[in-house]
């Protein structure tokens, strides 16, 4: 009775606001409306039983769909979202590799400090983690007046709202992702092994190449994904650092919701969002199985 | 550091750099007398004084720290249920579903749960304000909670439970006297987490706010849209500090429980 009770209580929770949340967008997605706002038809007429759900099925249709297969501002959003996700991937990676590998090879009692150093941003807000570079990248920003003090430049360049200040901002606030798995990895190397191969002639380049890299691969390929994941949905970097050339799906739903108000459209990209996610989840829960088989 | 010491030592040092030094100039700007970000103009406290006798801003923050508290207390209550479902209750009917579901939420783009969230609350009619903004973040912070608590359980051995059990407690007894001590920590960083999620989060928050139950992330976004602005600067220093200082008395406290736990090891097995 009370395992009962225990199940039930947070089962309920989710299904009411996670599963039939997600079916209502599934199911507006299908809909058509002629106002922009709800009742969207076909609407659901259980009174009839089997022969209104019938009726409410035969009247879904993929229209919001081919609308959005129609219009090349989505696909190209889908298209340079996925691009801008997995350029500040790499980017991310080619910075946090370094930094975890050099946290794996400080003295042991310095480690946890390290450690904590690198999870601290994490409990900071995004919100003001993003905010930070505008002031740096804007045209008389820090940066600049700081590169024109140098005289490595003569007149201001323009980063804030590019596509490169977006790609600063994703690896900046995604940067512990990456580091915190590559350094597990990393931590738990067994040094003999790069020993080894320097006895039997390796340069220091080619021991880590041949051992260091390849034994790290499970901690890369999971920070890869965890910044790749939430990247390629992220709506408040495009806005605050992008300019209206980035062109990034998060963004394009938030303002097809919030100004063309077409909510069955947004419900569509959103749908197509979910879909484009789940290849990569798939991969991931993959990798980790094998990692896991792998281990024991 | 033994190889590559010199490498080792440049790359932590311009890794840290690049993670700190943007707040490190946030923080040195919100004490400038100008306006301009551009021009430093001497050492002023005054847009901390424009922060506090800026009503909107306060009204926000009060708003923002309501509904943490709610939903993280909430989210903790739920998650840990959750978690102990999903490590102890053993098979039942739609398990599958049901792990999925906790674990869904992590990965979904906070825009689509947000959307979603709303579309929920219009269909059953619900205003929207302080308790639709409480029931979304509880959703998803529940899974981070859940997350954290069941890597504890699993990482205990049950039959302290069982051994509880057999000397005549009743299964809440058990769980009150035996699991919950030794998952405390977990649980308190599950509430830590879910409540810093719930005071950071501005896109599912915008979604399902409603006129009047204005968060603090969206004021500054909004008055951050339009450029960067000092009081902003001042109100971001005012945060890191808060979270700084939180966290070092945090990870203190942590570790003096484990020289504790340390030393009661020790003194146990001396004893026996």
């Known amino acids: 009775m009370r395992r009962w009770i225990l199940i039930a209580v947070p089962y309920i929770w989710l299904l009411a606001l996670f599963l039939v949340p997600f079916l209502i967008v599934l199911k507006i997605s299908l809909s058509d409306t002629a106002l922009a706002r709800p009742p969207y038809f076909p609407q659901l007429d259980l009174s009839e039983g089997w022969a209104g759900i019938r009726a409410f099925l035969s009247e879904l249709d993929f229209e919001n ?67 930070s570079w505008m002031g740096i990248l804007s045209t008389e920003g820090v940066l600049n007046q700081f590169l024109m003090a140098l005289g490595i430049i ?65 901690g890369i390929i999971a920070g890869c994904f965890l910044v790749f994941i939430p990247a390629l949905g992220e709506f408040v970097i495009p806005s605050l650092l992008g300019g209206s050339q980035t062109l990034m799906i998060g963004k394009v739903l938030w303002e097809e919701f919030f100004s063309n108000r077409d909510w069955p459209v947004a419900s569509a990209v959103a749908v197509i969002l979910l879909l484009i996610l789940i290849v990569p989840i798939i991969l991931f829960q993959r990798n980790e199985q094998r990692a896991r088989e792998a281990d024991q | 550091m033994r190889r590559f010491s010199w490498f ?99 990965v979904m783009p906070e825009v689509i749960t947000g959307l979603s969230l709303l579309l929920l609350f219009i269909g059953i009619n619900l205003d929207r304000g302080i308790l639709t903004i409480v029931l979304a973040h509880t959703t998803f912070a529940m899974c981070y909670v859940s997350v954290v608590v069941s890597s504890r359980l699993t990482g205990f051995d049950q039959s302290l439970e069982e051994a509880a059990l057999d000397l005549g407690a009743s299964p ?75 966290v070092i008395t945090a990870s203190l406290i942590s570790k003096r429980a484990a020289v504790n736990q340390a030393r009661d090891m020790q003194a146990a097995e001396r004893a026996a």
């Not at chain 1, 996925?82 to 946290?103: D, E, F, K, R």
């Open chain 2, 8 to 106: 080792n030592a440049t790359s932590l040092t311009l890794g840290f750099a690049f993670l700190y030094l943007p707040m490190i100039i946030l923080v040195i700007y919100s004490f400038n007398e100008s306006r301009l970000v551009t021009v430093w103009a001497g050492f002023s406290t005054k847009w901390y004084g424009e922060l506090f006798r800026n009503e909107e801003f306060l009204d926000a923050a009060w708003v923002t720290l309501r509904v943490a508290f709610f939903s993280s207390t909430l989210a903790t209550v739920l998650g840990t249920m959750a978690a102990y479902v999903l490590v102890r209750a053993g098979r039942f009917t739609g398990r599958t579903l049901f792990s999925g579901m906790i674990y869904a939420p992590l």
């Open chain 1, 154 to 218: 003569s007149a201001p360049l323009t980063i804030l709202n590019t596509n490169t200040a977006v790609y600063i901002g994703i690896v900046y606030t995604y940067l512990p992702f990456m580091i915190l798995p590559i350094y597990a990895a990393l931590e738990k190397l067994d040094e003999s092994l790069i020993e080894a191969a320097e006895d039997l002639g390796c340069s220091r380049a080619k021991a880590f190449w041949l051992i260091t890299v390849p034994l790290s691969r499970n």
């Open chain 2, 172 to 246: 809440f007894e058990a769980f009150r006297l035996v699991t919950l001590p030794i998952i405390a920590p977990a649980v308190i960083s599950g509430w830590l987490l879910a409540f810093t999620l719930s005071l950071d989060d501005l896109v599912i928050a915008s979604f399902t706010s409603g006129p009047g139950a204005t968060t603090l992330p969206i004021k500054i976004f909004s008055a951050v849209r339009l450029g960067v602005s000092p009081e902003i600067n001042a109100l971001s220093t005012i945060m890191i500090g808060l979270v700084t200082v939180a």
């Open chain 1, 65 to 131: 769909f081919a609308f959005l297969a129609s219009d090349d501002l989505y696909w190209k959003a889908y298209l340079s979202s996925a691009q801008i996700a997995a350029i500040s991937t790499l980017l991310t990676l080619l910075v946090g590799y370094p930094i975890a590998y050099g946290m794996a090879r400080a003295a042991p009692e310095w480690r946890p400090t390290l450690l904590m150093l690198v999870i601290l941003p994490f409990w900071t807000s995004f919100l003001i983690r993003v905010y």
